[in-house]
């Protein structure tokens, strides 16, 4: 036997071996030849956890609040966990005529777990149930990102698309007659654009198909607190609210 063939019939028995301490005796003849790099995996080591951006975030055709829930998870498909104390998810019915849709937790939404819970909340269930005249448990309440942003800042794009699907899978769990959109980060992510939100309030858009009325962020009309704010916010919940009871 030349050098040649028994360097070569060595490196066969060492892989044989090799293969068999993985637990591998034998391969179908049709057998895929595997990729170079691939390591063999063995049934006594995991397969690795893929990083959370590519785990799933697709849902039934009309899933419900329950399944987008449970899809989200513990999750941690962006730094915005890092600071949170709990995941703030949402909050109403989940057969709402009208969602509404802010920017992020605050501070008491991230302490409580419950959306617009602190100051601005308290003027948003005002206005649902003093001035359209139905109980804050009749709407559902979300934000475009379910985690706190730390400092309150306005959340990252990135954290916006990959939180992005949630609030999708919401809206299409719900199946509400009309968005209202609160601030310019919600408007601009429903619109699929950057917009000013003191230029297009007031006015009808759509999110695939459904009617989204733009207004401003509760937060805003409590640090511009004047009459004339007020009323522009009242006159686009009155709207939502006949839109939304239109037959
Ligand atoms: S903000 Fe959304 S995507 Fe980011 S960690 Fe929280 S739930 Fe996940």
Redo the contacts with the bound molecule.
Sequence with gaps: MSNALRELVASARALVEELAEEGIEAFPRTAAIPAPAAAPRTESRPAPTPP?TARATTFSERPSLDEVRSV?GD????????G?TQ?V?GDGNPHAAIVFVGE?PGEQEDLRGIPFCGRAGELLTSMIEKGMGIPRSEVYICNV???R?PGNRT?LPD?VT???P?LDGQIQAIGPRVIVALGKPAASLLLGRDVAITKIRGTWHAYHGIPVMPTFHPAYVLRQYTPENRRLVWEDLKAALAKARER
Aim: aromatic share 8%; proline share 8%.
């Design positions: 959370e989200l999750c941690t498909r962006c730094r915005l966990s890092e949170r995941i998810f992020g990102v379910k985690c942003p959340p954290e990959a939180c992005r949630f």
